[in-house]
């Protein structure tokens, strides 16, 4: 069984303030640390639960969150975007993904850094409903054939996420500073959190035959409302049906409407023939960056286990 662990950063153990998410920041440097080894605790769950191959797939950003070289040499590890089969490369190589560290949907009250995408929305709606990230990404994998069977983060998003894949284990992530802050009993909540991500994750893998590939039957009518009309006007240069800061696209399935999102959060119509080149040059450059020239962590005061 080949296992996909797909790394999001906003529901890493460890991580409970906005700018440990931010790219190239000290505190980013430190939310790093907590992404990692969360990821490895996941990665040896993966082989506990009888996987044959394990691949990290790195999502939050420009997609280069993990520190390569502290991740556990037995998986191998995708950073970056991608333009074919899709932006996250080929997604259907996979025969079950487990979903880590994410976060809620755009426009969710009182939730930790909640975004659907990408934070020019304020709120992606799919037939009417709004839509987590799970939902789109989950059914992007669906299609695929590939089932979604294990999420972490904050409950919340973790409850967003569970009524589009009922069937996935889960693992609940404290967003509150005093978790992450309080000397001896942090280091107890942190170590037994990451027990529980290794445990859980070794159950999905175990059950992966009872995890369904998410399937959202089409047509799907895509609303992205953007956090202003300046927003909408500056990114819809597709001219996809617009009433002030809500832009709107049908589509006959999830990867056609999500291809369609890509379009309209990621390339201007005239840079959209240079993609490819564009995002090779990304991916080179974000890795070589963030591998060397990334600044020395600020933990704030967190406990390090
Ligand atoms: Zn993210």
Sequence with gaps: M????????????????????????????????????????????????????????????????????????????????????????????????????????????????????????????????????????????????????????????????????????????????????SGEESVQYILNGRKRLQEVAETAVREAFSMKPLILPGPLRFEAVFRSEELANKFNTWNFTQNKNTVAWDANNMLEGWEKLNKLTFFPKNKYPFRRPLFFLMRNFYRIKNTYFAPAPNPEGAAQP
Excluded at 16 to 28: H, L, Y
Excluded at 52 to 79: E, M, P, S, W
Aim: proline share 3%.
């Design 2 to 181: 080949h296992v996909g662990i797909f790394a999001d950063i906003e529901g890493s153990f460890g991580i409970w303030r906005m700018r440990q998410c931010r790219t190239g920041t000290a505190e980013w440097q430190y939310g790093r640390q907590c992404l990692t080894k969360d990821v490895n605790c996941v990665i040896q769950g993966a082989f506990n639960g009888g996987a044959q191959k394990v691949t990290v797939k790195d999502t939050h950003d420009v997609g280069f969150n993990c520190i390569i070289n502290q991740l556990d040499r037995r998986a191998r590890y995708i950073g970056g975007h991608y333009i074919r089969p899709t932006l996250f490369g080929n997604i259907s190589q996979y025969d079950l993904v487990l979903y880590v560290a994410i976060h809620a949907a755009s426009g969710t009250p009182d939730a930790f850094f909640p975004h659907t995408h990408y934070g020019i929305f304020s709120e992606i709606r799919i037939n009417g409903k709004l839509a987590c990230e799970m939902d789109i990404y989950g059914a992007c994998l669906g299609e695929c054939g590939v089932p979604v069977g294990f999420v972490s983060g904050e409950d919340i998003a973790v409850r967003q996420a569970l009524q589009c894949l009922p069937w996935a284990k889960f693992v609940i992530v404290d967003k509150r500073k005093e978790a992450y802050a």
